[in-house]
């Protein structure tokens, strides 16, 4: 339940925002990620392990509210689901594994736009409150057979997180809108264990549009 306050609370904050502003635009986006684990026990653990972080391909999707405050800044909300899959393995030995966690979050990015060519490029940064659904899942695969998985829950003891966004972008005119391309980047601030310092970072790149309601 403190959960679900919590969402309501941001998105009553984010909508009365946009009710005062005089140009706002709205939209979606889907993307694409590569997230990995970082942090000093991490990396201990790897090197104990002999392993090393391997690439694994998640996706998002999201909505957002774009409140310009003038021609080149524009305080920019959203309401991101993260499917993030990061994983780890050791090549000698022909072991992988990919941890899975869902996250629903909440950033409120400072965006600047220049114009270039036909549209405007931006770069934006900001806050995000990240929120764990459920507890994240690994499958460990050995010697790279199906048969041989090992799967199991990874209680944390944060489910509510705090990072920051920061990226590029280009917005192309586009209808009665704009075609939107960006590519963020994603640090966790804080970690998902109290006892383990390992946290999540994630390269995003994402395809939206959206379109003016004032």
């Known amino acids: 339940m ?6 309501l609370a941001c998105m009553l904050l984010l909508t009365s925002v946009s009710v005062f502003a ?3 635009t709205i939209g979606g986006a889907v993307g694409l990620s590569h997230s990995w684990m970082g942090g000093s026990d991490w990396d201990d653990m790897l090197k104990y392990m002999d392993g090393s ?4 391909l998640g996706f998002e999707i999201g909505a957002f509210f774009d409140i310009a405050v003038n021609e080149l800044f524009s305080v920019q909300p959203e309401l991101n689901f993260l499917y993030i899959r990061a994983g780890a393995g050791n090549s000698d030995y022909d072991v992988k594994a990919t941890a899975v966690v869902k996250v629903l979050e909440v950033p409120v990015l400072a965006k600047f736009k220049f114009e270039a060519g036909n549209g405007n490029f931006c770069f934006f940064f900001g806050p995000a409150l990240q929120i764990v659904l459920g507890d994240p899942e690994v499958t460990v ?22 990072a920051c966004v920061v990226g590029l972008g280009y917005e192309l005119p586009m209808g009665d809108g704009a075609l939107i391309f960006d590519l963020r980047y994603r640090r966790q601030f804080t970690g998902f264990m109290d006892d383990f310092n390992g946290r999540l970072n994630t390269i995003g790149l994402r395809v939206g549009y959206g379109f003016a309601v004032r």
């Open 2 to 7: 403190k959960k679900i306050g919590l969402i």
């Open 53 to 56: 972080n391997e690439f694994r």
């Open 141 to 162: 695969e050995i010697d790279g057979k199906k048969d041989n998985d090992e799967s199991f829950s990874m209680p944390v003891d944060n489910s509510v997180i705090f």
């Open 22 to 24: 005089a140009d706002v």
